[in-house]
């Protein structure tokens, strides 16, 4: 199971190199030393990112790949590769498309503890923990309903679930390609205010420009995954996420322990 990747949209922007260095190169590496282990399967991490601006949501895994950053655009050449060894009968792989992965894991135990932190929810709670300043928010005039950006969140349990699934359909298939997602779409603003409900905090929101990369909406279509893995996430509510990373960050203010 390949999850290692830079994951962040704007950075990429600013060092692309950097991206196509660990995203592409280093898969290919993977993908040579799995050729030279004898290692036949391999459930690589991709993402929603690969879908670019879609032309209608929820999106399928039949749309368009056609990223607007270089992060998507990465991941979509890894996608790439584990398909062109895949044609070669070098590996049997399936590409698992995450929309925003979040939530804590193992009852609120196993929560996100990135440095410097980027995503939204964690961003949200350390505000309300008193642990920064404000949240920002960055774009305020989308073509959406409060003109906030809107994404899919999928806790990291019910991505778990999906894996495990797809090693296990591997072992018929040579090529798999599901969407991961909840199939709900919810506001950068909608997380702020569920942030508040659930940790009984107020705190500051600032607005900012919009971020290059950022598309407008972003929600899955899983139906694929569903019918064909028997996939059904556990955790549909947003405020029921948000809950588990809550309960985590505050048993961990200072994240894990370097």
Avoid at 60 to 70: C, G, H, M, V
Avoid at 117 to 132: T, V
Avoid at 194 to 207: L, M, N, P, Q, R
Wanted: aromatic share 8%; net charge negative; with cysteine.
């Amino acid at each position: 199971m390949h999850f290692a990747a830079f994951i962040e949209a704007g950075e990429s922007f600013q060092q692309p190199l950097k991206y196509y260095q660990n995203n592409v190169s280093n898969t290919q590496t993977v993908l040579s030393a799995m050729e030279a282990a004898g290692v036949e399967r391999l459930v690589f991490s991709s993402t929603a990112a690969v879908y670019g601006v879609p032309e209608k949501v929820p999106i399928r895994e039949d749309s368009a790949t056609t990223p607007i950053n270089p992060y998507g655009e990465t991941k979509l050449a890894a996608e790439r590769l584990c398909q062109e060894r895949s044609q070669k009968g070098k590996v049997r792989y399936a590409t698992l498309r995450y929309f925003n992965a979040c939530g804590a894991g193992n009852n609120g135990a196993l929560g996100e503890d990135h440095r410097p932190e980027s995503h939204l929810i964690p961003l949200a709670i350390r505000a309300a923990m008193g642990k920064a300043s404000e949240v920002k928010i960055y774009g305020t005039d989308y073509p959406t309903e409060d003109g906030t950006c809107v994404r899919d969140f999928i806790h990291v349990e019910d991505l778990c679930r999906a894996h495990l699934l797809a090693l296990k359909r591997l072992e018929e298939e040579a090529e798999l390609v599901y969407n991961l997602g909840n199939g709900n779409g919810h506001s950068v603003r909608e997380v702020i205010e569920t942030v508040k409900k659930v940790s009984g905090k107020e705190f500051e929101v600032a607005e900012s420009e919009r971020r290059a990369g950022d598309p407008p909406v972003l929600t899955s279509d899983a139906t694929k995954a569903i019918n064909e893995l028997g996939w059904k996430t556990e955790f549909t509510e947003l405020e029921k996420i948000i809950e588990t990373a809550w309960r985590w960050h505050n048993e961990h203010p200072d994240g894990y322990p370097d």
